[in-house]
């Protein structure tokens, strides 16, 4: 019998890789056809009770529905949010463990953190913008202020002698009032605690004395009068509070801040299991339980493609990199 020739030898290499690359193929179909076969993980870097929580659970409660198994949602809060991001760096890449994303731990933390162990660009996979969340900029009542001019005044001629509150550092609220800072020249002493929740606490109490968050945590405060709206970060004013201006049409022009959510999964998780991932996002968002919600809290719905939340987060990045390099801002 005749040795095969380097022609007939090659063919049969080639061969025998395409088959084994379909058997591969095969055996990875037949795994993510039976997705989901037990509870998927959601993990959020922030305690209960604040507007990331919020935004999760909706989600989840309409996952769970869907999907027929929980969507089970896991605070892991502290760091910024740089341990939770490390944990699901470093989680099987099965469509089990999930993260919601926001503008600090996506857009912020990359200039602030000397190292945080993972790149937020290579070490996990944009599944889809949630919501968009106005941020709202509230006082306690006893602050001699009724406007928002009245408060720029106010901190003008009182530098440091008002502390503001935060969901920590590197949250949404740090870095809204930081940008707010940055744009009118004011100076107040930030207070960072370990979520939402307990900040609304103080500053409920009259312990710290202004406050940046989402509609979902505030508006209740608003309308009961514990807490002054001076102002919307949106460009437009927000239908749940038509008389609040926006922080741009008060002189600071080009000024936005709104609190954005989305889906991340680890890097390496199959392209197939990210598209349903992103699938049912949408189709949970389209819910009349969810727009509901959302609408309510004035909030704007996701759900776009994996590819789209990628490129909304590189032109955040590029926003957030300059307002912290001019503010300063600093992870402690």
Known sequence: MNAPTCVERRDWLRRAALASVGIAGIGSSLAQSAWPAKPIRFVVPFVPGGTSDIVARTVAAELTR?????????????????????????SAPDGYTVILGHV???????YIFSNTGYDVNRDFIPVTLLAK????????????????QEFVAYVKKNPG????ASAGNASAGHLA?????????MFMTHIPYRGTGPALTDLLAGRTQAFSAGTPALLPHIRS?????????????????????????????????????????????????VQRLQEECAKALQSPATSERFAGDSATIGGQPPA?????????????????????????
Request: aromatic share 8%; hydrophobic share 45%.
């Open 177 to 185: 009032m930081e940008y707010l800072k940055l744009a009118t020249g």
């Open 225 to 273: 009068g514990r807490l002054r709206a001076i102002a919307v970060g949106t460009p437009n004013r927000l239908p749940a509070l038509p008389d609040v201006p926006t922080v741009a049409e008060m002189g600071y022009k080009n000024f936005e801040s709104v609190q954005w959510y989305g889906m991340l999964a680890p890097a390496g998780t199959p392209a197939a299991l």
């Open 133 to 148: 969340i106005p941020s709202l900029f509230v006082i306690h009542p006893d602050v001699p202020a009724r406007n928002f």
């Open 66 to 90: 869907q999907l027929g198994v929980p969507v089970m949602i896991d605070n892991k809060a502290g760091g910024g949010g740089v341990p939770a991001m490390q944990e699901v760096a470093r």
């Open 308 to 332: 789209e939340f990628a490129a909304f987060i590189r032109r955040e990045q590029a926003i957030w990199k300059d307002i912290v390099q001019k503010a300063h801002i600093r992870p402690d």
């Open 104 to 110: 600090g731990s996506l857009a912020v933390n990359p």
């Open 161 to 164: 002698k008002l502390n503001y």
